[in-house]
Every structure is written in C-alpha cells, then in structure tokens.
C-alpha cells in the first residue's frame, strides 16, 4: 500500500503530510523542553543565596560547540538545497559536514562529562573543603561510611563552601597537588547529577539535547547512507525526507541556543 | 513555502550564508556581553536571552522556513505558543510563593 501524499501537498493542509507530521512532533518537543526550563527557573530562584554555581562549566568549549551546531545547521539546510538544485554529490557532501559536527559536538560534550565526573569535592572534618581532580585514588569507604587510605587530587583547599559556587567572583588560585586523608573526609562525591540541583539540571538538559543529537544523526546518517539509494528511484520524496530530518536538526540547534547562555554563561 | 525553482534556491542559499553568519556573531556577542558587568544580574540574563531569542528567530524563520510558511504550520505553532505560555505564565506566578530572597540570583 502506497502512503497518500509524501510528494504532492494534500488539498486540506496544502502540505505533503510528512510535514504536517514533524511540526506535530516539534510542537510536542517545545512543550518537553519548556517543562524543563520551567523547572530550571522554579530550582534557580528557589535556591539558597550564595549557592547557585556560576563559571562551572567551559565556556570556550561551550561555545566551540555552539558553534559546531550552528555550522551543522547551515549544512543541513544546504545539503537540502543542493537535493533542490539537483546536485547529489553536493548534497553527500554537505551531509557528510553535518555528521562530522554531530560527532564533535557528542565528543567535546563527553569531554565536558568525563571532566563532570572526575572532579570531587570533599567535606574535611576540620569544617574545610578540598576540590579538584582525582589524580590518584586509594581510598576505600567502610560499612559505617568512613574511609579509610587517601587519594591525591590536583585543586584547592577553601574555608567557605561558596566560594566554590561563584567560580566568577571568586578566581580559583593555582591549583595544586593536595593529599587527602580517608579518616579526614566526612562527605565526598563527583559533580554528576548527583552533585547538587545545578549538575542534576545540567546534565538532565544537556542529556536530552545530546540524546536529540544522537536520534537526528542517526536519521541524517541514514539518509546520507543507505537511504540515498531513493534518490534514483524517487528523487522528490527523498528531498522532502532530507527536510523533514533538518527541521528537526534545526530544532535541535534552536534548544541549545537557549541551553548555551542559561547553563554557560548566566 | 519553500522555494521549488532553482533561480529561488540560489537566492535562498545566499540568504542562508547571511543567517549563518548572523548566528556565528550572536554567539560571540552572547560570550562577551556575559563578562559586561552590566550592574545586576538581571539586566545580564535580559541581554543573553534577547540575543538567543534573535538567534532562535533567525534559524526558525530562515534555515526552518517559518517566516512564510503555510496556515496550518502557523495554527499548530499557534497552539504550542499558548500553552508554552501558560506554562511560563504559571511559573512566574509561583513566585509568589518563593521566600523572600529567592530574587538575589
């Protein structure tokens, strides 16, 4: 059985339907990530004063990124445009782009992650705290939750916990070498989701953008690969799959536009 | 509605390259304005998400055809709007029952 207007508009909507479709689908992810922003503006004024991260993240990274997405976007709408002008080859090249910036933009994000999950923070029984980089880790937590053994981490020791929070007000010094004795430690975890209401924010949004990242390259890779082979069979149906997958591609970009400054920069 | 002839295209494709570069200087201007201490925090956030709303105007209405597109686009969009905004709307709303300090960051 054929599917009813995949190249031709459908007289009611004056759109082929696939179109229709994916601005449903769109329509649908706003209102997931509004959810999600609404819930970021609730925990971000709600939260204690003094305690609200700021310069936690790379921002030269964050912004190579957003630049990596927005390069993709242009490639995108280009790579449809060149099914329009008729140009294959063009199209397979400006679609090739777009994965590449797909897999930066996932490689620099687990980058960003990895260096999330490394970094500790330990609160010490003389009511100080020491942050970094786990270079080293001997430490092995008992049944009563103490530990015993040490661990080696390239950071700083601070008086006052918010110091650690505004990382703009408060210019980290050199970070230096600090042995940290298991018997001297009251609490320590990573900066995962876990860490506090900032990282569970953050890596909820930034996973579910990457997660979009990783389902539109999928689709843009299917298209650039196996599923070119439409092209000789039936070249219009084919560009308007290459425009359903950039609109989403496209939306993809427009959440992290706001994703950027919100979680970066403010 | 999309451009179908190739002559629209080209005309199109330039116009993408100026909406590229717009959106490459955006950023860059979001990254330097969010080291402008600007007085308060405030006025911060308000530049940062006027300039990313710009930017989420130029790839909506260009790289995804939005600013002549057909009535039905515009009535699901219609829709989401009114509920997006409802849900903003509630979230300022609820403010209301936020301690007092709750407005220093």
Request: hydrophobic share 45%.
């Amino acid at each position: 059985m054929d599917i009813p207007y995949t190249i031709e508009a459908r007289p009611d909507t004056g759109l082929y339907n696939a179109k229709v479709g994916i601005w449903l689908f769109l329509a649908s992810e706003v209102m997931l990530f509004g959810a999600l922003f609404s819930a970021y503006i609730l925990l971000r004024v709600g939260s204690a004063d003094g305690y609200w991260p700021h310069g936690w993240l790379n921002i030269p990274l964050g912004t190579v990124n957003t630049l990596v997405l927005i390069t993709s976007s242009i490639t995108t709408v280009m790579a449809w445009a060149s099914c329009k002008m008729n140009q294959f080859g063009k199209f397979k090249l400006f679609h090739a782009c777009t994965l590449l910036c797909a897999l930066m933009f996932l490689g620099i994000k687990s980058y960003e992650y990895h260096d999330k999950l490394t970094h500790y923070e330990f609160v010490l029984k003389d009511g100080t705290f020491a942050d970094g980089h786990i270079v080293k880790n001997q430490l092995t937590q008992q049944p009563g939750g103490l530990y015993t053994g040490y661990a080696l981490i390239k950071g700083r020791k601070v008086e006052d916990e918010r110091e650690l929070y505004d990382l703009r007000a408060h210019k980290a010094g050199p970070h230096e070498e600090l042995r940290i004795e298991g018997p001297q430690i009251v609490k320590m975890g990573s900066y995962g989701p876990w860490h506090n209401t900032y990282t569970a924010l953050y890596f909820t949004l930034t996973g579910l953008h990457a997660l979009h990242v990783i389902g539109g390259a999928l689709v843009i890779g299917f298209l650039w690969g196996p599923g070119s082979r439409m092209w000789k069979s039936d070249p219009e149906r084919f560009t308007n799959r290459v425009e359903i997958s950039g609109l989403f591609w496209h939306f993809v970009d427009l959440v992290w536009i706001f994703l950027f400054p919100i979680l970066y920069l403010l | 509605m999309n451009p179908s002839h190739p002559e629209d295209i080209t005309q199109h494709v330039r116009r993408y390259l100026y909406v590229f570069y717009a959106l490459m200087f955006g950023t860059i201007v979001t990254v330097g304005a969010s080291y402008i201490p600007f007085g308060n925090r405030e006025i911060n956030i308000g530049v940062a998400l006027f300039i990313a709303c710009s930017k989420a105007f130029l790839v909506a209405g260009f790289f995804m055809h939005l600013i002549s597109e057909r009535k039905m686009i515009y009535g699901i969009l219609a829709f989401t709007a009114i509920l997006f905004l409802g849900l903003m709307t509630l979230t300022v709303l609820s403010f209301a029952d936020m301690p007092h300090h709750a407005f220093a960051h």
